[in-house]
């Protein structure tokens, strides 16, 4: 594989600006105020690519940059991405179908273990086994196992708290926290979810 002289392309991108600058700065019958190109490719001394930008009547404008003939970041239809060496997606930024902004991380085997969003509310995930969210009544904390729903929900919502752990059938086995009465509350039930046992602070 081919090495990027870091040196070369600062020295390639330098003579590109220069290139359409002085282009056009120069008058073209009088008038020469933009250049319009369906595809720029920027080469290194190599002859390797290493930035294209390109429009697209579907996605509109898009800029790549490449390292070592490989993809390593892309700017266009909403989103930010970059690439590792071995060409998987490990990082992106960008804005959802609804508007609000979202990031998505990425480990060795492209497997999502970070996404952070905001859809009317702040929401993080973590390994796909940790959720966080927030609104404007309160905060949830959910903890997943291997499948399933989550097995344990730590909820701040309006002024009351709980702490409720779930079974495998995502059946209620445990409820810790304040009823509404604003009394305090422990409940534990069978693995069917119905009441075994109940106490109150009474």
């Given amino acids: ?77 909403g989103q930010i991405q970059a690439w590792n060496k071995d060409g998987k997606n490990s990082a992106t930024l960008g804005t959802q179908d609804s508007g609000n902004g979202f990031i998505k991380l990425y480990n060795s085997e492209e497997e999502n273990i970070l996404h952070i969003s905001n859809n009317d509310s702040a929401s993080f995930m973590i390994m796909g086994k940790i959720g966080i969210s927030t609104s404007e009544k309160g905060g949830m904390i959910n903890i997943w196992g291997k499948e399933g729903g989550p097995l344990v929900s730590i909820t701040a919502n309006e002024g ?12 209620e086995t445990v409820y810790i926290g304040t009823n509404k009465y604003d009394e305090g509350m422990i409940g534990l039930y069978d693995k069917y979810g119905d009441t075994f046992w109940v106490k109150m602070n009474k």
Wanted: cysteine-free; proline content about 0%; overall charge negative.
């Fill in 1 to 77: 594989m081919k090495t990027i002289d870091n040196k070369s392309l600062l020295i390639g991108v330098l003579l590109t600006i220069i290139f359409f600058i002085t282009i056009g700065s120069q008058n073209n019958n009088g008038n020469f105020n933009e250049i319009i190109a369906k595809k720029l490719r920027i080469v290194d001394n190599n002859g390797e690519t290493v930035i294209i930008g390109v429009g697209d009547e579907m996605f509109g404008g898009s800029l790549l940059t490449f390292m070592n003939g490989e993809i390593s970041s892309s700017i266009g239809a």
């Fill in 160 to 171: 009351i708290g709980t702490f409720v752990t779930r079974n495998k059938f995502s059946e």
